[in-house]
C-alpha cells in the first residue's frame, strides 16, 4: 500500500482541471470524485488508456466498466436501440447515482465491455467532474478507485492509500456526498433489472417513473453481484440489534480480540456515507473484528445491507 498524497489536488482550482485533462489526454490515469465514490478514470476513446485500468487495478478484463457522461443527451452518443425506460430514467435521475446498462453502438470499444454487446452508462453529478468531462471533451470509463475486491474510496486521501505512487493527478472534491457506488439498472431486459442496489431505490423509481423494476435473475451480469467486493481485511459480522451488537463486543473483547461496532441508528444517508471510511479506518487500527448493526431494509439502507452482506461473505471465505 502506498501513502503518498503529493499528487491531490485541489478540484476546485481549474488549473488542475486543466492538468486532469491533459493527463487524460496523454492517455494516463486521473482519480476523480463523484456523489457516490471516487473513480479511477480513463478516456473512454483510447482503448491504451482503458487497458491502464485493468492492469493498475488488478481486475479481470471480463469486468465491464461504466462510461461516465458529461450530459444525459449524450447517452445516445454511446448506445444504440434504447428503451424508452432507459430515456425515462435517464430524464429523470441524471445527473445523479444511477447507471444505465443498454445497448452499445461501435463508438464503445471491446475494452470496456468485455466484448459485451451491452455497456454501463452514467452521468455522474460531481460539479468537478462535470467540468472535466466538458473540457475534455470525450466520455471517461472509471470503475471505483480501489484495488480489486477491496474497499471503494470514498475521500482522496482513500485514494491515495491504494494508488498514490500510480497514479499522477487525484482530482480532491472532498468526501463524497453519498458514499456507497451508483444503483446498477439493466434496461436490456423487460421489465429492467436492478444490478446492484444504490440510493436510487425500486420504490422510488416505481414512484417516480411509473416503471416497475425487477430484482436481478439470471446469469450474474454485475460483477459486484457475485464476488469478494467490498472486502476489508478485518472480519466483518453482521448483527441484527444494537444490543446483539453489544453483547457480541463484549465476548469478542473478553477472548482479546480487537473488535468495535457500526451503527448509525435510523440515519441511513450517514451509514452510507460514513460505512466505507469506517471499514478502511478500521484496517488502519488492525482491528480484528468490525460489528456493523444491520439497518432497515429500505431506501439506502437496501445498499447498505446488500455491501455488508458481501463484506462479511468474503471476510469468511466465501
Ligand atoms: O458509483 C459508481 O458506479 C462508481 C463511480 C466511480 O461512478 N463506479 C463503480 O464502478 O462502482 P465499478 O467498476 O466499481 O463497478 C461497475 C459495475 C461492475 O459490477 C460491473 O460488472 C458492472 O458495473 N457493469 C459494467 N458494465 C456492465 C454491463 N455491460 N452489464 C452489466 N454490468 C456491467
Ligand atoms: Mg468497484
Known amino acids: 500500500m502506498s501513502t503518498s498524497e503529493s499528487n491531490i489536488l485541489n478540484g476546485a482550482d481549474s488549473l488542475a482541471i486543466d492538468t486532469a485533462v491533459r493527463a487524460l489526454k496523454s492517455d494516463l490515469l486521473v482519480a476523480i470524485p463523484t456523489e457516490t465514490v471516487y473513480g479511477l478514470a480513463a478516456r473512454a476513446s483510447s482503448p491504451k488508456a482503458v487497458k491502464k485500468i485493468f492492469t493498475i487495478k488488478g481486475r479481470p478484463t471480463e469486468h465491464p466498466l461504466i462510461l461516465h457522461i458529461a450530459k444525459t443527451q449524450d447517452l445516445t452518443l454511446w448506445s444504440s436501440d434504447l428503451p424508452r425506460a432507459a430515456h425515462a430514467l435517464a430524464e429523470k435521475y441524471w445527473p445523479g447515482p444511477l447507471t444505465l446498462v443498454v445497448r452499445r453502438n461501435n463508438k464503445v470499444c471491446d475494452e470496456i465491455t468485455g466484448g ?69 439498472v439493466d434496461c436490456t431486459t423487460n421489465p429492467p433489472q436492478i444490478l446492484r442496489a444504490g440510493a436510487i431505490t425500486a420504490e422510488q423509481i416505481e414512484i417516480d417513473c411509473g416503471i416497475t423494476v425487477a430484482s436481478a435473475s439470471g446469469e450474474s451480469r454485475a460483477s459486484g453481484m457475485l464476488e469478494k467486493h467490498y472486502a476489508p481485511n478485518c472480519i466483518v459480522e453482521l448483527a441484527s440489534s444494537r444490543k446483539d451488537a453489544e453483547i457480541r463486543l463484549a465476548n469478542l473483547k473478553s477472548v482479546g480480540r480487537i473488535a468495535e461496532i457500526i451503527d448509525f441508528g435510523a440515519d441511513l444517508e450517514m451509514y452510507a456515507h460514513e460505512l466505507y471510511s469506517c471499514l478502511r479506518d478500521a484496517d488502519k487500527r488492525l482491528v480484528d473484528v468490525v460489528i456493523a448493526v444491520k439497518p432497515a431494509m429500505t431506501g ?14 468474503s471476510a469468511s471465505g466465501d
Do not use: W
Open 116 to 184: 459485451r454487446d451491452t455497456v454501463a452508462i452514467r452521468c455522474p453529478s460531481h460539479p468537478i467532474t462535470t467540468e472535466l468531462l466538458i473540457r475534455l471533451d470525450d466520455a471517461i470509463v472509471a470503475p471505483s478507485a480501489n484495488r480489486f475486491g477491496k474497499v471503494s474510496p470514498t475521500s482522496a486521501r482513500h485514494v491515495a492509500e491504494d494508488f498514490g505512487d500510480e497514479v499522477i493527478v487525484i482530482l480532491d472534491g472532498g468526501e463524497c456526498s453519498i458514499g456507497v457506488e451508483s444503483t446498477i
Open 300 to 313: 439506502i439502507g437496501i445498499a447498505i445491507n446488500e455491501r455488508l452482506n458481501k463484506a462479511s461473505n
